[in-house]
């Protein structure tokens, strides 16, 4: 909701207050803008969250929570943002219609460093090749990247 503009944030009237769990807690435990900031996380609210997915994987979110803590949020934010930027990218140059929620999975489960590489490699494809073969080497680019790390590219049901 965040990448297409349609969270206006986490407080009481914003669009998205309504639908989403996070929010209101934020609210009732002093307006805490990062769950690792609430003197009760982790809660149970956190039991079990990395075990299914719904539009996007929720394997990394204690993990990037930790990560947000233990590198600063600003640092945290600039490589948030830097991913945003690579998803346009993807989305924009790669994408043949079909591939959305799989890039914003790749882009959510890798690090940085690798999804700069795949799209160094991307921009080096020729110029000729038609937009569903571009899509099909990068999707092999980034499956290559997240089997050497160990990485699932797919989303579980619930």
């Known amino acids: 909701m965040q990448i297409r503009g349609e969270c206006s944030g986490c407080f009481n009237g914003s669009t998205c207050y309504q639908s989403c769990p996070i929010a209101p807690c934020s609210v009732r435990h002093g307006n805490v803008d990062y769950c690792f900031e609430c003197p009760e996380y982790p809660c149970k609210r956190y039991d079990g969250i990395d075990r299914h997915d719904s539009l996007i994987s929720h394997r990394n979110q204690k993990k990037d929570l930790m990560k947000a803590k233990a590198m600063g949020?600003?640092?945290?934010?600039?490589?948030?943002?830097?991913?945003?930027?690579?998803?346009?990218k993807l989305l924009?140059?790669?994408?043949?219609?079909?591939?959305?929620v799989f890039f914003c999975l790749a882009v959510n489960m890798?690090?940085?460093?690798?999804l700069n590489r795949v799209l160094t490699e991307a921009?080096?494809?020729?110029?000729?090749?038609?937009?569903?073969?571009?899509t099909q080497r990068v999707v092999e680019l980034l499956y290559a990247v997240a089997d050497?790390?160990?990485?699932p590219l797919e989303l579980r049901p619930w």
């Open 123 to 134: 921009v080096q494809l020729p110029n000729d090749m038609l937009l569903n073969e571009k």
């Open 110 to 114: 890798l690090e940085v460093d690798d």
């Open 148 to 151: 050497k790390r160990g990485v």
């Open 92 to 100: 924009n140059n790669y994408d043949d219609g079909h591939r959305d």
């Open 73 to 88: 949020i600003d640092a945290y934010l600039a490589e948030q943002r830097e991913k945003v930027a690579i998803l346009h």
